[in-house]
């Protein structure tokens, strides 16, 4: 999952002291042994994919990189694909609770919306991996992750959708467009992992808010929230 993004190296170095726990029977209690499995089963899922690509990611590799058991896989999973998409769930949920915690209902909608973008790309930056697990190989995991990779960029759209009470003409623009939006938000994020470029995401910001904004804030006020994130960003 994506950890918050305030405390996220205290959640690593506990993630890495509880890696380090001994096979066979602790001194704590079994379901925080399990949930600890599950949890870095899921963690191995989301680096190894990332590495290797969903085809090429196996049990025994999960398994050997998570330092469990194949029975205790079995135990939790009963394939890699279930695994991929407990991941990919985990991940999207965790990342729903970063927006709600960092983003001000309050705020005006072009305001939300440069928010949104910004802890996205934040977000992707700082965990490359889970990024790609959700935007690239979501779409080569089978039927079922194509199918929530599609359920989490429609999950999007109904905010985009508020921004239409500002065009005027927003009854000529098409049923899709927020889908589209969003889709096309991926697919850039999409080139750069691919390329390895995740550190220069940040980057994408005033394109990205151009592209969402202008068809709702015609084209001279998406420049201008894009600029003025963009000098906010380089302050």
Not at 96 to 116: K, M, N, Y
């Amino acid at each position: 999952m994506f950890w918050y993004l305030a405390g996220m190296a205290d959640s690593r170095s506990l993630s890495e002291r509880l890696a380090k726990l001994p096979p066979g029977r602790h001194l704590v209690p079994r379901d925080f042994v399990t949930q600890n499995q599950r949890e870095r089963m899921l963690l191995a899922t989301a680096e190894l994919v990332a590495e290797r690509g969903y085809q090429k990611t196996t049990i025994e590799l999960i398994a050997k990189t998570a330092r469990v058991a194949l029975t205790t896989f079995y135990e939790q999973f009963s394939s890699k694909e279930e695994c991929f998409l407990a991941a990919f769930d985990e991940t999207v949920a965790s990342a729903a609770e970063v927006f709600v915690e960092l983003i001000d209902p309050s705020q005006p909608w072009a305001d939300r919306v440069t928010a949104g973008i910004e802890v996205l790309l934040e977000m992707v930056t700082r965990e490359p991996a889970r990024a790609k697990l959700c935007i690239v190989e979501a779409q080569a995991a089978g039927g079922a992750a194509l199918a929530r990779y599609q359920a989490m960029l429609e999950s999007v759209a109904p905010r985009l959708r508020e921004g239409r009470e500002f065009n005027p003409r927003s009854a000529r623009l098409p049923d899709g467009l927020e889908v589209a939006i969003v889709g096309g938000l991926a697919w850039l994020i999409h080139q750069r992992l691919l390329a390895g470029e995740a550190d220069d995401l940040k980057a994408l910001l005033p394109e990205m808010l151009q592209v969402t904004l202008t068809p709702y804030l015609g084209e001279v006020e998406a420049s201008r929230v894009a600029d003025a994130a963009q000098a906010r960003a380089a302050a």
